[in-house]
């Protein structure tokens, strides 16, 4: 799995300025639920192209830019939650025990 990690405002000014689809997982890492969330993630990677990169976003240390994506992309901050962004539009997310890398394919294909 080609994890990116997401830790300046900048990076997610030029996710916001390109037409590309994107990954955001947001991620704690005290909480158990968001644990499992990652390990479901890295369970099903073969799913996904091997190229693809997920922006992988620390919230206990850039809790800042969980707050800015909200803003951005008008969803609501949820830990974990997983995003598919393209330009200023939110296509897909969910949190907690909805995140499945299966929902991710069709947005990616």
């Given at each position: 799995m080609?994890?990116e990690?997401l830790?300046?405002?900048?990076?997610?000014h030029?996710i916001?300025?390109?037409?590309d689809v994107?990954?955001?997982?947001?991620?704690s890492?005290?909480?158990?639920v968001s644990?499992m969330a990652?390990?479901?993630?890295e369970?099903d990677?073969?799913?996904?192209?091997k190229e693809?990169?997920?922006y992988y976003?620390?919230?206990?240390?850039?809790?800042?830019i969980?707050n800015?994506?909200?803003?951005?992309?008008?969803v609501?901050?949820?830990?974990?939650?997983?995003?598919?962004?393209?330009?200023?539009?939110?296509?897909?997310?969910a949190?907690h025990?909805?995140?499945e890398m299966r929902?991710?394919?069709?947005?990616?294909s």
């Amino acid at each position: 799995m080609n994890w990116e990690p997401l830790n300046t405002i900048d990076q997610l000014h030029n996710i916001y300025k390109s037409e590309d689809v994107f990954i955001l997982f947001k991620h704690s890492t005290r909480c158990p639920v968001s644990a499992m969330a990652k390990r479901s993630l890295e369970y099903d990677k073969n799913l996904l192209p091997k190229e693809t990169i997920i922006y992988y976003l620390d919230l206990i240390t850039y809790r800042d830019i969980s707050n800015t994506i909200a803003e951005m992309w008008k969803v609501r901050h949820e830990s974990p939650q997983l995003l598919i962004i393209q330009g200023d539009k939110c296509l897909y997310h969910a949190s907690h025990s909805d995140i499945e890398m299966r929902d991710v394919i069709s947005f990616i294909s």
